[in-house]
């Protein structure tokens, strides 16, 4: 028998147990809920700086694509890849590397100049030469060449001098660690940029990352590059960065959802801005990141609008923009680089107010550009010129107090609002040789109707092809951050609830494809037919990929009534084009290329979408 004593003992035993359990369960729930408030000021603060300078630099500079009098076609920092250089040849090659003329101070005054707030380096690239003193190798900058000193060192002072933030890439990929025989991709026989890290690579980049993280004061952002790490290797990685440097955001491409943002395709822009995650867009001059002597970029006035036009769509979607230099093997920047920076610099400048800390376009799409917001203000990014000078703005419910060009306020440009359109007469702005910004200030709480299609006078709504919004699928599971053109939506005004028959008239270049049309309470799915044969084949990542425009669709357009959609209210509302099957971003390639790559993106040109009333 167990006496009362005991018993009472035991309850108070377990009670204090329990207690103790909950307390500590309590403190790690609030700790974690520290951590991610102070993750989410940290995003916030880097958001706020929208535009910074990549600067890619190492060894591979003082080959300026060309090895054995070759030119070497692809990227210039993996020359060593295209080029199939063997680590013997390779190393003498670091061996004379000597950036005398690199200027750290000339290079932060030039970001400055730019309008950039941040600069990001390549530490260590692909070819693993580190641009840091490292203890744990003799294959950087101090130990390896004649120039005997801390680059990123030099380059950390600069930024604190001139007041800009510090960011630091760091690639998973270690060409130098593994060794004479690397692993190779299988489909080109090239060194493999998305192999396995080995637990003693792993070992060694967490090492060298506490490094990176103790020796250079404030980090802003760590960018990993490519490899395959495992789920407890990314965690592994993410762990060290936020152990020193709690502040550092971490880019998606350490993979496995340790990330604290997406870093999109290279170069790449959004059709539509994207509210699930901060994001980033790396973006360079050419097909090159690393400087290659034979590649030239377009005319400069043409580079400087292409890169103005650029962050103009980026900070309007809501991302940050990182746009690349690469300097000569010597330290020096290129003339024309850092003429294109002083341009766009002196366009920033005069319109940084709608660049930086802006809200959403609350548009979603529009014929003639982007648009920014602050509180009481809409920041018209014209980047299409109305023919009659008649600027029109779909949806703006609230009142216009004023209108004038962003770089001269004293230009009160005539406005009227009639039916649902409000339309600035542009006559008397001159336009900027660039981008013309135009400032409107309205009153009360932004209110947007979405431009929508009506129906005709039989109830018939014709939703048009070209007016839909694309949206992409995004996640930091893999350097794959992103499927482009997943699904496609319009706004439409439904006169009456009730059944509406669907007759969609398209091209597609497959045999067949699933799809789910959607709206807000209800849903469609069906089977296309195509005309042709097309057979998805996945495209090789290793950086900056280009855009195949020949893969559009051909032939006639087909037609084909699809079934019938259920709308259960009146009004204007969402309808959403889906494709029929899944698909992943998947952290392994092999895993990747083994789902069906017909839903990889949509892959369908719509005329347009008929909804022909029943009721």
């Known amino acids: 028998m167990v006496s009362i004593a005991n018993f009472s003992k035991r309850v ?38 929208r535009f910074g300078l990549f600067i890619h630099f190492g060894a591979y500079a003082d080959l300026a694509g060309v090895w054995q009098g070759k030119q070497i076609e692809k990227l210039g920092e993996q020359i060593q890849r295209h080029a199939d250089i063997s680590q013997e040849d390779y190393q003498e090659v670091v061996k004379r ?65 001139h007041g800009l933030k510090l960011g630091l890439y760091y ?40 490094e990176l993280m103790t020796n250079y004061g404030d980090i802003v952002e760590v960018f990993f590059d ?33 990330g604290d943002f997406l870093t999109m395709p290279d170069n790449h822009v959004p059709d539509s801005p994207i509210t699930d995650y901060p994001w980033e867009t ?42 690349n230099i690469g300097p000569k093997g010597d330290g020096s920047i290129l003339a024309y680089e850092e003429d294109v920076l002083k ?65 001269n306020r004293q230009n009160n440009l005539p406005v009227t609002q009639s039916n649902g359109n409000t339309v600035i007469d542009l006559s008397s702005v001159e336009q900027d040789a660039y981008l013309t910004i135009v400032k409107l200030v309205y009153s009360g ?17 014709v939703l048009a092809g070209v007016q839909a919004t694309k949206h992409g699928k995004f996640g930091k599971e893999s350097y794959r951050s992103m499927l482009k053109d997943f699904s496609r939506s319009w706004y439409v005004d439904v006169p009456k609830a009730g059944k509406y028959q669907v007759k969609i008239t398209y091209k597609m270049r497959y045999q067949d494809k699933d799809f789910i049309l959607v709206n807000n309470a209800n849903e469609l799915a069906f089977n296309l037919k195509g005309k042709g044969d097309k057979v998805e084949v996945v495209q090789a990542f290793d950086g900056n990929e280009k855009t195949d425009n020949k893969k559009n669709n051909t032939g006639q357009f087909l037609q084909t009534t699809i079934g019938e959609l259920t709308f259960s209210k009146s009004g204007i509302q969402q309808v959403m084009l ?18 069906d790559m017909r839903y990889r993106s949509m892959n369908i040109e719509i005329e347009t979408i008929e909804l022909i009333s029943l009721n």
């Open 343 to 407: 341009g766009v610099g002196q366009w920033v400048n005069k319109n940084a107010e709608a660049i930086f800390e802006t809200g959403l376009n609350p548009f979603l799409k529009m014929d003639w550009g982007q648009v920014s917001t602050r509180k009481g203000a809409l920041y018209l990014h014209v980047h299409q010129w109305p023919k009659d000078n008649k600027l029109v703005i779909p949806g703006l419910v609230n009142n216009v107090k004023k209108v004038t060009p962003l770089t």
């Open 282 to 323: 790396p973006g360079t001059f050419y097909h090159t990141w690393g400087y290659k002597s034979w590649v030239k970029g377009l005319p400069l006035k043409q580079q400087i609008g292409v890169q103005i036009r650029k962050l103009s769509d980026i900070a309007s979607m809501g991302g940050n923009f990182l746009l």
């Open 97 to 161: 590397f000597n950036p005398k003329n690199f200027d750290a101070d000339a290079i932060v005054k030039l970001a400055k100049q730019a309008g950039m707030r941040y600069i990001v380096l390549t530490t260590k690239h692909h070819d693993g030469f580190a641009l840091f003193d490292s203890k744990h190798t003799d294959f950087d900058i101090v130990d390896y060449t004649p120039y005997k000193k801390d680059l990123l060192k030099e380059l950390s002072d600069a930024t604190k001098r």
């Open 578 to 595: 889906k494709q029929g099957q899944p698909f992943e971003l998947k952290t392994l390639m092999k895993d990747f290329k083994a789902q």
């Open 226 to 258: 490519m490899g395959e790490p495992t789920l407890a290797q990314s965690k592994r990685f993410r762990d060290v960065v936020k152990k020193y440097q709690p502040n550092a955001l971490i880019n998606g491409r350490v993979m496995n959802n340790q």
């Open 12 to 49: 108070v035993l377990s009670c204090f147990l329990s207690t103790a359990f909950l307390s500590a369960n309590a403190l790690a729930q609030t700790n974690a809920e520290l951590i991610q408030k102070e993750n989410n000021v940290a995003i916030t603060q880097w958001q706020a700086m």
């Open 445 to 461: 709480e932004l209110t947007v109707i979405p431009r929508h299609s009506k129906a005709n006078a039989q109830g018939n709504i």
């Open 171 to 210: 690639s998973t990929p270690d060409w130098h660690f593994n060794g004479p025989s690397p692993e190779r991709n299988p489909q080109d026989g090239k060194i493999s940029v998305f192999g396995k890290v080995s637990k003693a690579n792993e070992d060694y980049q967490v090492a060298q990352l506490e």
